[in-house]
């Protein structure tokens, strides 16, 4: 019985020992690497972006008028010259004129001063004065008077504080705030009265892995109904939810949608769609980015089916393709296999 039992072992021993000495068979046909044929192509990258569209606003002057406002005569974005009336106290027109002195008093017979001067600039250009002057004499008193006929209002040929606005610069894009309402009670200083910037402000947003593509100068092109403008990212802003914001501008700063702006809603934000161009199209032999070695030296090379390195060099690559140089169409390159 014990000699059967020393066999046994023996024999379990001797077949432990060709296990673990004999090492693993190679899968046929297992290779590191695969070949891809290096072939004319193009290169590029964009990344989409939503972008806003807002309209500033500044204070352009100061409702001067007390009484009931009985009615608007202009909405938000209307453009407004000299002359025009932008809303009724007490049924009574206000007027805005241009001008950089404020509405600060009542004018009439014996008055001087700049105020003067802006009231009877306005009065010449719509001929109903020979010339400006910075006294109210009798002939601007006429000239009141019939420019008031002509308004529909009291003719009385002077001039309330609160018949006229003075601002710096017209034509203006109006833009009352919201406490011009019908019914409200207004008096002498409130509310101010605003104006729309010259051109809207376009802002693209990124997620946090988006803005890590994008960078300050690139191009972007907006599209808003029929129109598309092309323009360049600003400076990047990160936002306290690691969102990155960029103002988008035309060439040279200028405004992106130029003579098209005033098609651009007024009323709250705008959202357009954008494009960011993160890698311009370049055309040429393309390899995966995967295939290419870089040399100790800091070159870059591919290696060819044989094993031999060819030296290259990139002129673009995005999206895990590369346009490079000096290789020619054709050749197989290696790219790293499982």
Known sequence: MWLVAALMVGGLIGWAVSVFASPPKQVAGEASYVLVTASSGQVSAKVASVVTATWPVHQVAVNQASGTLTRLAVGRGDEVHAGDVLYRVDERPVVVLEGSVP?????????????????????VAKHY???????????????????QRRLGTEV????????????KSLPMRVALKSD?????????????????????VFT????????TQVSEGMPVRVESGDHIWTGLLGPLIVGSDSSVASRVAGSKGASLCGQECT????????????????????????VPV?????DADGTTAVIDAAGARHQVVIRAQARGMAV???LPAGTSVRVPGK
């Open 103 to 123: 509405a600060f008093r009542a004018l009439s017979v014996g008055v001087e001063g700049a105020d003067v001067k802006q009231l009877t600039r306005f009065l």
């Open 129 to 147: 004065l020979a010339s400006a002057t910075s006294k109210y004499t009798a002939a601007v008193e006429r000239a009141v008077r019939a420019w």
């Open 156 to 167: 009385t040929g002077s001039v309330r504080r609160g018949d006229v606005v003075f601002a």
């Open 180 to 200: 011009f309402r019908l019914g409200v009670s207004l008096s002498a200083g409130t509310p101010a009265i605003e104006a729309l910037a010259t051109a809207p």
């Open 204 to 211: 693209a947003t990124f997620s946090e892995r988006q803005a």
């Open 263 to 286: 098609d651009v809603p007024v009323k709250g934000v705008s959202q357009l769609s954008g494009e960011v161009e993160v890698q311009a199209p370049v055309s040429g032999v393309t």
């Open 290 to 294: 995967a295939a290419l070695v870089a």
């Open 324 to 326: 490079v140089d000096q």
